[in-house]
């Protein structure tokens, strides 16, 4: 079912409430407390929090913040008021009744308006997202077959060598490291080195950091590859 569907199913079944209405035996006080909740259900579902107009306002100053602020939907809303005045002339509840449908379907188009407005929105900002999403991807992916650096660098300039971010390990987290790859536990580690485990988890932490290590078992990798190339040199 479309939007306009949707909305039309809408407005027959208000119509066809108003019609009931109209088709109920009077009784004393009935008309005017069903004329009371058809337009309370009305004011219901006109979205007045949107509109950003108080009651104190005055009526020149309120309809022209609408008319900057909802140009698309003013005509629809303009027809509302038009329908509520003719409806306020009216002295008999029969009648009100009567007239109640134009009113419904008066606000009904004013709510399609505020509708295709907000979908209007969404569907912009959902297609910013998708733009900056996509040309985030193109980023990543040129990132990760350069390396960060333009086409035509170096192999050996695009990515630091193991030997590289091992110099850049302080002592203790050099300790730390040779132990690791002694397949010491974080625990031992903290019994052998005299400190707690804790400060174990940051060194370890701190080096797949700095070796831009995905595991310990890929530090422990890193690290005897570089100690083998300072042996080789």
């Known amino acids: 079912m479309t939007l306009d569907e949707a909305l039309q199913r809408r407005i027959d079944d208000q119509a066809a409430r108003a019609r009931e209405l109209l088709a109920l035996p009077p009784a004393p006080g009935a008309e005017a407390d069903d004329l009371r909740a058809l337009i309370a259900g009305l004011r219901e579902q006109m979205p007045t929090d949107q509109l950003d107009v108080s009651p104190a306002d005055e009526q020149e100053a309120a309809l022209e913040r609408l008319r900057q602020r909802f140009e698309a939907r003013f005509e629809a809303l303009e027809r509302v008021q038009t329908a509520v005045a003719e409806l306020r002339e009216v002295t008999s509840p029969r009648e009100m009744l009567a007239r109640a449908p134009a009113v419904l379907c008066a606000g009904s188009a004013f709510e399609r308006a505020i509708l295709r407005e907000?979908?209007?929105?969404?569907?912009?900002?959902?297609q910013s997202a998708v733009r900056w999403m996509s040309g985030r991807l193109d980023q990543l992916a040129a990132e990760a077959t350069n390396g960060g650096l333009l086409p035509g660098a170096p192999a050996q300039?695009?990515?630091?060598?193991?030997?590289?971010l091992v110099d850049a390990l302080t002592p203790r987290e050099l300790e730390v490291l040779s132990l690791l790859a002694r397949g010491q536990t974080n625990l031992a580690i903290a019994r052998t080195l005299m400190v707690r485990e804790g400060t174990v988890k940051y060194h370890v932490k701190n080096i797949l950091r700095k070796l831009g290590a995905t595991s310990r078992a890929d530090a422990v990798s890193r690290y005897v590859r570089a100690t083998d190339a300072s042996v080789a040199r």
Do not use: G, I, Y
């Open 157 to 164: 300039a695009r990515r630091p060598s193991d030997s590289t």
């Open 118 to 126: 907000t979908l209007k929105r969404h569907r912009a900002e959902l």
